[in-house]
C-alpha cells in the first residue's frame, strides 16, 4: 500500500521557538495532504487541508500565522509551529491523499509526530 | 459532514468474535464508510471501506444496512493485538469540504486472555 512518512518522529523543543515537520508520500503522488492534531485520550482533530502549489485551508479556530503548511510539491508538505508553547505540545499527523476529482480517495496516514514543547 | 457516533470502549476476550457497531444517520448519498484502526502513538492504519451491503477483507468484514444509517465492524477472532482504538468516518467524492474526513471519538477496544 501507500507509504506515508513523517520527520521527525519525535521533537522537544524549548518554548519560543519555531518545529517544523515533515510529511512525504513515499511512493505516489498526493494532490492533497492533511495535518492532524491528537492529544492524549483524544480523537483526531483536523487542522487544516493543503493542496499542492496553492495557499491551505484551516479549520476553525487553528491559527493559521502560527501553524504555517507549505505544499510545495506533490510528495512533500511541512507544518512548521512558530513560537511553540508547551500547550502546543501534541501528537502532530498527517495524511495523504490521491486526488481525482468526483472519485472517492483513500487516504493514507504517516506514523506522527511527538512535538514536546519545554 | 456526517457525524457519527460510538460506543466509546468495549472488552473482548481473546477469540471472541467483536462487533462494533456506529451510527451515521446524516450519511449523504455520496458517502462511503470507512473504519480506521489506530495504536498509541502511530498515525491511523485503514482497515476496511464499503458503501452499502457486506464488504470482507483479510482482517474484517464491515456490514451496512439498506439505509445506510449505521455500520458495522466485525473483527473474527480477536487477539490481544487488536486492542486499539477503531474509528468508524463517513466521507464523500473528492469534492470540495466533502473529501474531509472527520474524525469521531472512535471506540477503544481491549482484548484481554
Not at chain 1, 524549548?14 to 515533515?22: A, C, D, N, P, W
Not at chain 1, 500547550?87 to 486526488?99: H, N
Request: proline share 4%; hydrophobic share 35%.
Amino acid at each position: 500500500g501507500a507509504v506515508v512518512s513523517q520527520h521527525p518522529s519525535r521533537v522537544i523543543c524549548k518554548s519560543g521557538t519555531s518545529v517544523k515537520i515533515e510529511c512525504r508520500s513515499l511512493d505516489f503522488q498526493a494532490t492533497t495532504m492533511f495535518w492532524y492534531r491528537q492529544f492524549p485520550k483524544q480523537s483526531l482533530m483536523l487542522m487544516a487541508t493543503s493542496n499542492e502549489g496553492s495557499k491551505a485551508t484551516y479549520e476553525q479556530g487553528v491559527e493559521k500565522d502560527k501553524f504555517l503548511i507549505n505544499h510545495a510539491s506533490l510528495t512533500l508538505s511541512t507544518l512548521t509551529v512558530t513560537s511553540a508553547h508547551p500547550e502546543d505540545s501534541s501528537f502532530y499527523i498527517c495524511s495523504a491523499r490521491v486526488g481525482e476529482a468526483g472519485k472517492y480517495n483513500e487516504q493514507f496516514f504517516g506514523p506522527g509526530t511527538r512535538l514536546t514543547v519545554l | 459532514l456526517a457525524k457519527t457516533t460510538q460506543p466509546i470502549s468495549m472488552d473482548s476476550y481473546e477469540g471472541q468474535e467483536v462487533n462494533i457497531t456506529c451510527s451515521h444517520n446524516n450519511i449523504a448519498t455520496n458517502d462511503y464508510i470507512t473504519w480506521y484502526q489506530q495504536f498509541p502513538s502511530q498515525g491511523p492504519r485503514f482497515i476496511i471501506q464499503g458503501y452499502k451491503t457486506k464488504v470482507t477483507n483479510e482482517v474484517a468484514s464491515l456490514f451496512i444496512p439498506a439505509d445506510r444509517k449505521s455500520s458495522t465492524l466485525s473483527l473474527p477472532r480477536v487477539s490481544l493485538s487488536d486492542t486499539a482504538v477503531y474509528y468508524c468516518l463517513v466521507g464523500g467524492l473528492n469534492t470540495g469540504t466533502a473529501s474531509k474526513l472527520t474524525f469521531g471519538t472512535g471506540t477503544r477496544l481491549q482484548v484481554t486472555l
